[in-house]
C-alpha cells in the first residue's frame, strides 16, 4: 500500500495539477474571447467565403463515384508505396529473404495496379 502511495504522490498528482492548468487556460481563453471580442455580425462578414470567389449555387453538388474511387486508390497505392522505404533502407540487413518477400509485394501490387486498369477506374471519360 505505501508503494501505491508513493506512486501515487509522486506521479499522478502532478499530472492531475497540469491537467487543472491546462483546462483552466483553455476556459479562461475561450471565455475571455467571447465577452471581451468584438460582436459585429455584417452581412459581409456571415457570406461563406471560397478563395475569394462569390458563392455561386448549392454547395451540395454530388460528386462522380470516379472521384471517391480514385481518391481511395490514391491512398491505398500511397500506402504500399511507404511499405517500400523501410525495406530500400535496410536492404542488406534483410539478405536475400527480404529480397524475395519485396518482390513477391511488388509483383502483387503491380498485379493490383493492372486489375485497376483493366476494370476501367482511372477512366474519367464517363
Do not use: C, H
Amino acid at each position: 500500500m505505501m508503494i501505491f502511495l508513493v506512486a501515487f504522490t509522486k506521479y499522478l498528482i502532478p499530472l492531475i495539477i497540469q491537467l487543472l492548468v491546462v483546462l483552466g487556460f483553455v476556459f479562461t481563453t475561450v471565455a475571455a474571447s467571447q465577452y471581451l471580442g468584438p460582436k459585429r455580425k455584417t452581412a459581409g462578414k456571415l457570406e461563406s467565403f471560397e478563395s475569394g470567389l462569390d458563392a455561386v449555387g448549392n454547395a451540395r453538388v454530388p460528386f462522380s463515384v470516379k472521384y471517391f474511387l480514385a481518391a481511395i486508390l490514391f491512398v491505398l497505392f500511397d500506402v504500399e508505396i511507404i511499405f517500400l522505404y523501410p525495406w530500400a533502407v535496410n536492404f542488406k540487413e534483410l539478405g536475400w529473404q527480404g529480397f524475395v518477400e519485396m518482390l513477391m509485394f511488388i509483383v502483387f501490387f503491380t498485379l493490383g495496379f493492372f486489375y485497376v486498369l483493366k476494370k476501367g477506374a482511372l477512366k474519367w471519360d464517363d
